[in-house]
């Protein structure tokens, strides 16, 4: 084929689907193999939501992996610009559906920065705890859900259990099962309910009690080990090119935590322990997640502990009618359960926010993915893609 170009080559190139067993062995070596390109979704159930990949494939094994995003985008950037500072905080509430009040806080954060207000220590004390109570919600979706993708059933039951007990308190304080809505710039929409910190005590008391259940049914199990020890290795040095955060980038020893390493709220205040791994597979994944949910259920406990000694006194700041930003701009992150999420507001004086970036953590963590699936299987693009702890409405902005 010499002096040929590469259009006239794949022209008289010709797939044979069976050479059968007598062919000339020539022929065979000179026969041009062709890659596979297989989509998976974008249809739901792509996993966790309306997600495509576009995978090359050589036999079973991935040689390229491409996440297509975008199938979920529903233009909250730009929603915001026409929203007043109260009217956002629900369009942010929505946007990872398993950490709506973590995502309420980083808008209100950001204002208030914008604003030089400072919210009555109450109301600091309380969306800490709020927060914490939310981390382990999230977490506990996750820790159900991973199982049940390499096929155990019973997980997520267990999870789900404790997941109920926990959403009873955050109910009862703010009348959404998901979609709290009770943050507010200056502080809470209305004070704790009468006895609500005895019944989170019980809460959080009766989760910690049973949370070895579901670590009894994994922890051990050798199908799970199998399928998760070794499997989707995600080193260092990618997690810092492309700024993966969380549980995902702790779990590959990066000591990172925005809780203890630049506190917010009352973090300052308390003992918050990273949890690390230095496996970055799967298997460690999972096991920071866990071990995250029992640091979270003792900040709560700290929280309440607290809340029960401050002096009574305001859950919020009254507000003018008309609540307008003055000139200028900010940044404002929070270390939401998925990872990093960061809200840079930029306001000329007026009702709404001229922008509102916002970065969030799955558009970055699942990024990466690129770099993670090639060379494995497909058989284990399944476990990888579910230790990535995504939610897909978190990724279009």
């Given at each position: 084929?010499?002096?040929?170009?590469?259009?006239?080559?794949?022209?008289?190139?010709?797939?044979?689907?069976?050479?059968?067993?007598?062919?000339?062995?020539?022929?065979?070596?000179?026969?041009?193999?062709?890659?596979?390109?297989?989509?998976?979704?974008?249809?739901?159930?792509?996993?966790?939501?309306?997600?495509?990949?576009?995978?090359?494939?050589?036999?079973?094994?991935?040689?390229?992996?491409?996440?297509?995003?975008?199938?979920?985008?529903?233009?909250?950037?730009?929603?915001?610009?026409?929203?007043?500072?109260?009217?956002?905080?629900?369009?942010?509430?929505?946007?990872?559906?398993?950490?709506?009040?973590?995502?309420?806080?980083?808008?209100?954060?950001?204002?208030?920065?914008?604003?030089?207000?400072?919210?009555?220590?109450?109301?600091?004390?309380?969306?800490?705890?709020?927060?914490?109570?939310?981390?382990?919600?999230?977490?506990?979706?996750?820790?159900?859900?991973?199982?049940?993708?390499?096929?155990?059933?019973?997980?997520?039951?267990?999870?789900?259990?404790?997941?109920?007990?926990?959403?009873?308190?955050?109910?009862?304080?703010?009348?959404g099962?998901?979609?709290?809505?009770?943050?507010?710039?200056?502080?809470?929409?209305?004070?704790l309910?009468?006895?609500?910190?005895?019944?989170?005590?019980?809460?959080?008391?009766?989760?910690?009690?049973?949370l070895?259940?579901?670590?009894?049914?994994?922890?051990?199990?050798?199908?799970?080990?199998?399928?998760?020890?070794?499997?989707?290795?995600?080193?260092?040095?990618?997690?810092?090119?492309?700024?993966?955060?969380?549980?995902?980038?702790?779990?590959?020893?990066?000591?990172?935590?925005?809780?203890?390493?630049?506190?917010?709220?009352?973090?300052?205040?308390?003992?918050v322990?990273?949890?690390?791994r230095?496996?970055?597979?799967?298997?460690?994944r999972?096991?920071?997640?866990?071990?995250?949910?029992?640091?979270?259920?003792?900040?709560?406990?700290?929280?309440?502990?607290?809340?029960?000694?401050?002096?009574?006194?305001?859950i919020?700041?009254r507000?003018?009618?008309?609540?307008?930003?003055?000139?200028?701009?900010?940044?404002?992150w929070?270390?939401?359960?998925?990872?990093?999420?960061?809200?840079?507001?930029?306001?000329?004086?007026?009702?709404?926010?001229?922008?509102?970036?916002?970065?969030?953590?799955?558009?970055?963590?699942?990024q990466?993915?690129?770099?993670?699936?090639?060379?494995?299987?497909?058989?284990?693009?399944?476990?990888?893609?579910?230790?990535?702890?995504?939610?897909?409405?978190?990724?279009?902005?």
């Amino acid at each position: 084929m010499d002096g040929m170009t590469t259009e006239q080559e794949g022209a008289r190139r010709e797939r044979i689907v069976g050479i059968g067993a007598g062919a000339d062995a020539v022929q065979a070596r000179e026969l041009a193999t062709e890659d596979m390109i297989l989509n998976i979704g974008p249809q739901h159930p792509s996993t966790h939501g309306v997600l495509r990949l576009r995978l090359v494939l050589d036999g079973e094994r991935i040689t390229a992996a491409e996440p297509i995003v975008g199938y979920m985008h529903r233009g909250a950037e730009k929603l915001f610009e026409v929203r007043d500072y109260r009217q956002i905080i629900v369009l942010a509430n929505r946007h990872d559906w398993l950490s709506a009040f973590a995502n309420e806080l980083g808008v209100v954060l950001a204002v208030e920065r914008m604003l030089g207000m400072q919210p009555p220590p109450r109301a600091v004390w309380a969306r800490t705890l709020l927060a914490e109570l939310n981390r382990v919600l999230s977490h506990l979706m996750f820790l159900g859900s991973y199982p049940l993708e390499l096929g155990a059933i019973t997980p997520v039951f267990y999870a789900f259990r404790e997941r109920e007990t926990l959403q009873h308190v955050m109910e009862e304080i703010s009348g959404g099962r998901m979609h709290y809505m009770f943050n507010r710039v200056g502080g809470l929409k209305e004070e704790l309910p009468l006895g609500w910190l005895d019944r989170v005590t019980a809460a959080v008391a009766a989760v910690r009690r049973r949370l070895p259940d579901i670590e009894e049914l994994i922890a051990g199990n050798e199908i799970f080990l199998a399928r998760t020890r070794g499997v989707g290795v995600l080193d260092r040095e990618t997690i810092m090119q492309y700024g993966v955060s969380g549980p995902i980038a702790r779990a590959s020893g990066v000591d990172f935590d925005l809780r203890r390493d630049e506190p917010y709220l009352a973090y300052g205040e308390l003992p918050v322990k990273v949890v690390t791994r230095s496996a970055g597979d799967c298997h460690a994944r999972f096991q920071v997640l866990l071990e995250q949910v029992k640091v979270s259920l003792d900040l709560a406990d700290a929280c309440v502990e607290r809340l029960r000694h401050l002096p009574p006194g305001p859950i919020n700041q009254r507000l003018p009618k008309v609540l307008k930003a003055p000139e200028g701009h900010t940044y404002a992150w929070t270390e939401n359960p998925l990872g990093l999420n960061g809200y840079y507001l930029v306001s000329r004086g007026e009702k709404t926010p001229w922008r509102l970036k916002l970065r969030s953590a799955s558009y970055n963590n699942i990024q990466v993915l690129r770099e993670m699936l090639p060379g494995n299987l497909v058989a284990d693009m399944i476990a990888i893609l579910g230790s990535m702890f995504f939610v897909v409405g978190d990724i279009d902005k």
